[in-house]
């Protein structure tokens, strides 16, 4: 625990201009992020006696080595560098809400040349036109279906818009006239966008005018006795006014608007945005949060602000936020949101009316998602702590295992061995830190050898970050406390560290041997150390640990083993088990950590094992690059039918000369056709794809 006297800077070097600052732990990591309107007043609130801070801000500073700030010239400026920065570094004491769930969006891919409707999760990409979120993905697709009658828009995948291509046959859709079948030329590439650009404007709110010109028309084939034109004009309509009727109409002034409410307790904090679009509900999603600092309800929201829209632009913004607390600084907020948007957003909370109502709505789908939550076993904070407690107790640990590193082996019959590296911090996993391994030391099958060969890979980079860094040593901070000099961020990834705050998203690295990046504050691959190394099995992959970080000289690291059958707790050189009690809170959390691991090596190794299966007979031939394989195969249809032609045949195929076509031949008749498989529900034979597998 650091006293946060050796790291404060001298009276005078602060200046009292806008600006970010961070603080830093003793490994460099940043760990807390936050801005003011005058750095000198706001920094040194942090200094004061300890007696009289907040009880989170005060682990803060007690684990905090170094403060560094940059001035900006605005507040909206630090507003912006703000959430760069928290994005960037992903502090372990700022607050940081992830989504109770994926939630499933309606895109348009207006950036291919023949724009696709589909239902998309996930990170936002550029040139997409997203609209929702919707709760689930079966109410989109009842949407789509209604709305093809009148906007056929391709919604297709690739693969078979090509096929339709190069066979000039349309899929189903096209047939039956929910789709302008764009792939056989019914529809220009113009006209296609044009319908799509329809669909998105007809999403976005812009309803009645398409309406009305339907039943303009309806109108008008009935004059002109064209009444089958005239039904499906009046079907289509009707059609449009299905898909309307999905979303309910809450505010009656066709309101663009999105409606945030907060509700919290003192160690957790639930966030449910509304979406009105049109005055009509067209999406929902909920947050949830520790709250790993000291904020009160307007902080909330300002952080909700900066998560939501941080990386919208244009329409994805509001013309009006109803919140159920202003921000501090609603001004610089409310000018951060129109530049984003690029005209004037109104930030206010509702008073009266349908507005009101709509956010008590809000508010008590907010308090249900908290009190939800809250039953959740795994994500309970205090639940949590109590299992690092028994964890230390159990094992005569001197402190609780903040940082808990898993490893596991999978292989199926010695084949593709491969081992994971699992890692849950504060009891929660933290993904973005997991890594995978492959076995290089030996062939074949050996549990054992495996986790010594890991456990040894994975803490020799350990020693190599602990030696560049001066056994930790606290790096020179000049830069940190000269104020105006300081410099602003460099772009990277977010930090890692012991923290409350999980993981978003799994986004393990393949490469497990890179090199560690610059000491800025960013992770680096196997530089952080955990307090406990547990290894899925008994003694003897217990033993091999053991010996792995012996012959490194590492001795501060605590090892265990969490055997299977009876899920006994093995130390090393222990020649009885530790059995905890099976309602034990820390055997439940050792549980849920032993099982990641056996999930995330299991799906490495199926990858894997897949990727050697999907092999092609083509893969063989000497001189035979990827390009002129798939001229083979589109020549030919399929690998089956390459096989059947002559090598005059071969020699057809553009690039291919007779030495390479008589290779492709050789090789091919050396690889025994598979048998073919069945599908058993149906009975039917499938034929080899065109891809060029056997």
Same mark, same amino acid.
């Given at each position: 625990m650091a006293d946060p006297s050796s790291y404060r800077p001298k009276p005078g070097q602060i200046p009292d201009s806008p600006g970010v600052y961070k603080f830093r732990d003793e490994h460099r990591r940043v760990i807390y992020v936050g801005k003011a309107k005058n750095l000198r007043q706001r920094v040194a609130n942090y200094f004061q006696d300890l007696a009289n801070l907040h009880p989170r801000t005060r682990t803060m500073v007690t684990t905090a080595a170094s403060v560094e700030w940059t001035v900006v010239s605005t507040e909206v400026e630090a507003l912006q560098l703000e959430y760069s920065w928290i994005k960037e570094f992903d502090p372990r004491f700022n607050v940081k809400y992830r989504d109770d769930k994926s939630y499933p969006y309606l895109a348009v891919t207006l950036n291919e040349e023949f724009p696709r409707v589909q239902v998309m999760r996930g990170a936002k990409k550029k040139g997409v036109r997203?609209?929702?979120?919707?709760?689930?993905?079966?109410?989109?697709?009842?949407?789509?279906?209604?709305?093809?009658?009148?906007?056929?828009?391709?919604?297709?995948?690739?693969?078979?818009?090509?096929?339709?291509?190069?066979?000039?046959?349309?899929?189903?859709?096209?047939?039956?006239?929910?789709?302008?079948?764009?792939? =056989?030329?019914?529809?220009?590439? @113009? @006209?296609?966008?044009?319908?799509?650009?329809?669909?998105?404007?007809?999403?976005?709110?812009?309803?009645?005018?398409?309406?009305?010109?339907?039943?303009?028309?309806?109108?008008?084939?009935?004059?002109?006795?064209?009444?089958?034109?005239?039904?499906?004009?009046?079907?289509?309509?009707?059609?449009?006014?299905?898909?309307?009727?999905?979303?309910?109409?809450?505010?009656?002034?066709?309101?663009?608007?999105? %409606?945030?409410?907060?509700?919290?307790?003192?160690?957790?904090?639930?966030?449910?945005?509304?979406? =009105?679009?049109?005055?009509? =509900?067209?999406?929902?999603?909920?947050?949830?949060?520790?709250?790993?600092?000291?904020? $009160?309800?307007?902080?909330?929201?300002?952080?909700?602000?900066q998560q939501l829209y941080g990386e919208e632009r244009g329409d994805a913004v509001p013309k009006e936020v109803l919140v159920p607390a202003l921000p501090e600084d609603t001004e610089a907020v409310s000018q951060w949101l129109a530049e984003r948007r690029g005209s004037q957003v109104s930030l206010r909370i509702p008073q009266r009316g349908d507005k009101k109502d709509l956010m008590i709505t809000v508010?008590?789908?907010?308090?249900?998602?908290?009190?939800?939550?809250?039953?959740?076993?795994?994500?309970?904070?205090?639940?949590?702590?109590?299992? %690092?407690? @028994?964890?230390?107790?159990?094992?005569?640990?001197?402190?609780?295992?903040?940082?808990?590193?898993?490893?596991?082996?999978?292989? %199926?019959?010695? $084949?593709?061995?491969?081992?994971?590296?699992?890692?849950?911090?504060?009891? %929660?996993?933290?993904?973005?830190?997991?890594?995978?391994?492959?076995?290089?030391?030996?062939?074949?099958?050996? $549990?054992?050898?495996?986790?010594?060969? =890991?456990?040894?890979?994975?803490?020799?980079?350990?020693?190599?970050?602990?030696?560049?860094?001066?056994?930790?040593?606290?790096?020179?901070?000049?830069?940190?406390?000269?104020?105006?000099?300081?410099?602003?961020?460099?772009?990277?990834?977010?930090?890692?560290?012991?923290?409350?705050?999980?993981?978003?998203?799994?986004?393990?690295?393949?490469?497990?041997?890179? @090199?560690?990046?610059?000491?800025?504050?960013?992770?680096?691959?196997?530089?952080?150390?955990?307090?406990?190394?547990?290894?899925?099995?008994?003694?003897?992959?217990?033993?091999a640990a053991k010996r792995a970080l012996d012959e490194l000289g590492i001795d501060d690291i605590a090892v265990c083993g969490l055997a299977k059958r009876l899920e006994e707790v093995w130390l090393p050189d222990d020649d009885d088990p530790v059995v905890l009690p099976r309602s034990s809170e820390g055997l439940y959390l050792l549980q849920r950590v032993r099982d990641e691991a056996h999930r995330f090596a299991i799906t490495y190794q199926r990858a894997k094992r897949a990727k050697r299966i999907r092999t092609s007979p083509l893969d063989d031939v000497s001189g035979l690059g990827e390009t002129r394989k798939q001229a083979l195969i589109k020549h030919f249809g399929s690998v089956k039918k390459l096989r059947q032609a002559t090598i005059d045949e071969i020699c057809e195929v553009p690039g291919i000369g007779r030495r390479t076509a008589e290779s492709v031949a050789a090789a091919l008749a050396s690889t025994a056709p598979a048998a073919p498989a069945v599908n058993t529900a149906t009975g039917e034979i499938i034929e080899e794809d065109d891809g060029g597998n056997s």
């Open positions: 997203y609209f929702g979120p919707y709760g689930h993905a079966w109410a989109i697709r009842e949407t789509v279906d209604l709305m093809l009658r009148v906007f056929p828009v391709r919604t297709c995948s690739a693969g078979v818009f090509k096929n339709a291509a190069r066979t000039g046959r349309p899929c189903l859709l096209g047939y039956i006239g929910k789709c302008s079948a764009p792939c =056989v030329g019914r529809v220009t590439p @113009e @006209e296609h966008r044009e319908l799509a650009e329809d669909f998105c404007d007809f999403m976005a709110g812009r309803t009645g005018t398409y309406i009305r010109r339907l039943e303009k028309d309806m109108m008008q084939a009935a004059e002109e006795m064209e009444y089958e034109r005239a039904a499906r004009l009046r079907d289509d309509a009707e059609a449009l006014k299905r898909a309307m009727e999905k979303s309910a109409v809450v505010l009656a002034d066709a309101t663009d608007a999105d %409606l945030i409410a907060v509700a919290e307790d003192e160690l957790e904090a639930a966030l449910q945005i509304f979406h =009105v679009r049109g005055g009509r =509900v067209r999406g929902q999603r909920g947050w949830v949060t520790d709250k790993v600092e000291a904020v $009160d309800t307007s902080g909330l929201v300002e952080h909700a602000l508010q008590r789908n907010a308090q249900q998602a908290l009190g939800l939550h809250k039953t959740k076993r795994a994500s309970d904070l205090t639940t949590r702590s109590r299992a %690092l407690e @028994e964890i230390a107790e159990a094992l005569g640990l001197d402190t609780a295992p903040l940082r808990i590193e898993c490893y596991d082996i999978s292989h %199926l019959q010695g $084949d593709d061995v491969v081992a994971s590296m699992v890692v849950f911090e504060d009891g %929660l996993a933290r993904k973005s830190e997991y890594r995978r391994f492959q076995i290089k030391g030996f062939e074949g099958q050996d $549990d054992v050898r495996s986790m010594h060969e =890991v456990i040894g890979r994975r803490f020799k980079r350990y020693l190599q970050e602990k030696e560049r860094t001066g056994e930790w040593e606290e790096q020179p901070t000049d830069t940190a406390t000269a104020g105006p000099a300081a410099t602003g961020p460099v772009p990277g990834p977010a930090a890692t560290g012991p923290g409350l705050a999980p993981a978003a998203d799994e986004r393990p690295s393949v490469a497990e041997d890179a @090199e560690p990046r610059e000491d800025d504050g960013r992770p680096k691959r196997f530089a952080y150390p955990p307090q406990l190394v547990v290894v899925d099995g008994g003694q003897p992959q217990v033993a």
